[in-house]
Nanobody, 123 residues
Framework: QVQLVESGGGLVQAGGSLRLSCAASGRTFSSYTMAWFRQAPGQEREFVAAVTCTGGSKDYADSVKGRFTISRDDAKNTANLQMNSLKPEDTAVYYC????????????????WGQGTQVTVSS
C-alpha cells in the first residue's frame, strides 16, 4: 500500500514555472514507478511523465518534452515534476501516480494516486 500526497500547484502566468512534489509513504518506495498525469475539465486523464524505479528510464508526453522534468529522490520518498515555460493548455488537475515495476502511459495501469493539485496557467 502506497499513499501519495501532492503539493506545489497554483496559478502562474504563461511562460512561468511551477514545481510539483509528491510525497510517498509505504514499503519499498524505490521499486515503484512514479508518474504524473493531468486532467482538464471534461477531458480524459492524460499521461504527462514517468520515472521508473531507481536508476530506470524517464518518459514524457510529446506535449511537455523539453519543458517538464520528472525526478525522484528515493532517500526522501519523493517524486517531483519541474514545469517550465508553462502554457495555458497545461492548465489541469495534476495527479501523482505509482505502481510497482510499471512502465505505462495508461492511468488504468496505476493503482495508487494522489489527491490531485490544480495548475492554472493564465494567458
Amino acid at each position: 500500500q502506497v499513499q501519495l500526497v501532492e503539493s506545489g500547484g497554483g496559478l502562474v502566468q504563461a511562460g512561468g514555472s511551477l514545481r510539483l512534489s509528491c510525497a510517498a509513504s509505504g514499503r519499498t518506495f524505490s521499486s515503484y514507478t512514479m508518474a504524473w498525469f493531468r486532467q482538464a475539465p471534461g477531458q480524459e486523464r492524460e499521461f504527462v511523465a514517468a520515472v521508473t524505479c531507481t536508476g530506470g528510464s524517464k518518459d514524457y508526453a510529446d506535449s511537455v518534452k523539453g519543458r517538464f522534468t520528472i525526478s525522484r529522490d528515493d532517500a526522501k520518498n519523493t517524486a517531483n515534476l519541474q514545469m517550465n515555460s508553462l502554457k495555458p493548455e497545461d492548465t489541469a488537475v495534476y495527479y501523482c501516480a505509482a505502481d510497482r515495476y510499471l512502465r505505462s502511459y495508461y492511468p488504468s495501469d496505476y493503482n495508487y494516486w494522489g489527491q490531485g493539485t490544480q495548475v492554472t496557467v493564465s494567458s
